[in-house]
């Protein structure tokens, strides 16, 4: 149990383009998924919370109006990176709070490798 | 100073060895620690959480939690070359409702 899925695995897009990446929880309903990125050799940085049904709340330093994240279901979570460029390429992770869990409850769904070219 | 801070290595011990992984976190409010253990290219999968002072053990992992010293630790009995990763503690501070990462820890498990 506690399955989330990342669509897709991979993307390689041209500067200046949009990137929708899907975070869906197979298996729960989930009021609250976070998204994460990954530079190189660094860790986790926490860049939004999404809430179901509500606005993101986006971690300091985040530009919102670029990552737009839409969280229109209790298993459906997607994070839009707008007129992506080279700097945003990264590793995309978002994770999954059961509606029903403990709130440090997370499960993590297997990452977006992105490449900004 | 970083809220979760562990040292980047590499730690390199041999197979059968205990590996002895250190974090320590700023925040004294904060309630549950994690460890997570991510390969190259994969993202994080949870080895374990503790939340109580003390040892928690569970299987050849244990997490040793000391409040006062704002101190988590993994122990790996039996190192294996599979456990050879970056382990990532994370601190879970209930006022943010959200995970703080530390940098990780490379290791590597050597024949």
């Known amino acids: 149990g506690a399955v989330v899925s990342q669509h897709p695995s991979r993307v390689i897009c041209k500067s200046g383009t949009s990137v929708k990446i899907e975070c869906r929880s197979l298996?729960?309903?989930?009021?609250?998924m976070f998204w994460y990125r990954q530079f190189p050799k660094q860790s986790l940085m926490l860049m939004a919370t999404s809430n179901e049904g509500s606005k993101a709340t986006y971690e300091q330093g985040v530009e919102k109006d670029k990552f737009l994240i839409n969280h229109a279901s209790l298993t459906l979570s997607t994070l839009t990176v707008t007129s992506a460029h080279p700097e945003d390429s990264s590793f995309y992770i978002c994770?999954?709070?059961?509606?029903?869990?403990?709130?440090?409850?997370?499960?993590f769904g297997p990452g977006t490798r992105l490449t900004v070219t | 100073q970083k809220e979760v801070e562990q040292n980047s290595g590499p730690l390199s011990v041999p197979e059968g060895a205990i590996a002895s992984l250190n974090c320590t976190y700023s925040d004294r409010g904060s309630q549950s620690f994690f460890w997570y253990r991510q390969y190259s290219g994969k993202s994080p999968e949870l080895i374990m959480f503790?939340?109580?002072?003390g040892d928690k053990e569970d299987g050849r992992f244990t997490a040793q939690l000391n409040k006062a010293s704002q101190y988590v630790s993994l122990l790996i009995r039996d190192s294996q070359p599979s456990d050879s990763a970056t382990y990532l503690c994370a601190v879970f501070t209930g006022t943010a409702s959200k995970l703080t990462f530390g940098t990780g820890t490379r290791l590597q498990v050597t024949l």
């Open positions: 994770s999954a709070r059961p509606t029903a869990g403990e709130l440090y409850e997370q499960y």
């Open positions: 298996d729960f309903q989930a009021t609250t």
């Open positions: 503790i939340y109580s002072n």
